[in-house]
């Protein structure tokens, strides 16, 4: 994990230096002005073939979040309210004005994730995802943050022989944990959202250069 989080880090530096160096309160300028406090992350719209990573992802949308200084609304608390209010389904509300769900939940935005690609390659030894994010004013029902990431975790194994490589990298596949990556791309899209209110950068990184609002990644996970 903590070589993966450090080629993530590496590219990101990366992504940093060949954008347009166009600062954060320009990008972001509408979640700059409306500063909000409270996020509702609902259940992501899944689009990909593998049923399980609506699951395997939903729970770990929080944390990034959190430590960028947001308060989030607890997932099992916040489904349930959305079963009592008939909205379970992200994907109906997608085109829908976000006022309701605000008034019913308390919050100032509403943050969507769209799972566009989940793959696990055995042969090729990797695991591929392709997320998603946009987060929705509730009191204007205006994007206020939005970047997708494509990450590919390629898990090789040298052991000395072709043969041995290949089946040692189908057990290594087979063995990685597919939540891993979604959490990776979890914390490197997250990351360049600006500081909220219960962080030290808030109102303090609007001179940042904003990364790429789409990013391809590929980590390399050795055995």
């Known amino acids: 994990m903590k070589k993966i989080l450090l080629i993530v880090a590496v590219a990101a530096i990366f992504s940093s230096c060949n954008s347009s160096f166009t600062p954060k309160s320009e990008t972001y300028s509408k979640l700059y002005e409306e500063k909000p406090l409270t ?4 259940p992501p719209i899944n689009r990909s073939t593998k049923v399980e990573a609506k699951e395997l992802f939903y729970s770990s949308l929080a944390v990034p979040l959190t430590q960028k200084g947001y308060y989030v609304m607890p997932s099992l608390l916040s489904m349930e309210i959305m079963k009592e209010e008939s909205v379970y389904d992200a994907e109906l509300l997608m085109n829908n004005s976000m006022k309701r769900v605000g ?3 308390g919050v100032d935005a509403v943050l969507f994730t769209i799972i566009h690609d989940w ?10 995802v392709s997320i998603e994010y946009i987060l929705k004013s509730t009191k204007t029902d205006e994007v206020l943050f939005n970047r997708k990431g494509n990450i590919t975790l390629v898990s090789s194994v040298n052991s000395g022989s072709a043969i041995g490589n290949l089946v040692g990298s189908m057990l290594a596949t087979a063995l990685t944990k597919e939540i891993t990556v979604g959490r990776t791309c979890n914390y490197y899209t997250i990351s ?10 808030f109102e303090k990184d609007g001179t940042t250069p904003s990364q790429s609002k789409e990013f391809t990644v590929r980590l390399q996970n050795g055995y």
């Open 119 to 128: 793959r696990k390659t055995t042969i090729a030894s990797q695991i591929t």
């Open 39 to 42: 996020i509702l992350a609902l």
């Open 103 to 105: 008034e019913a939940f």
């Open 192 to 201: 360049d959202m600006p500081a909220g209110k219960y962080e030290a950068n």
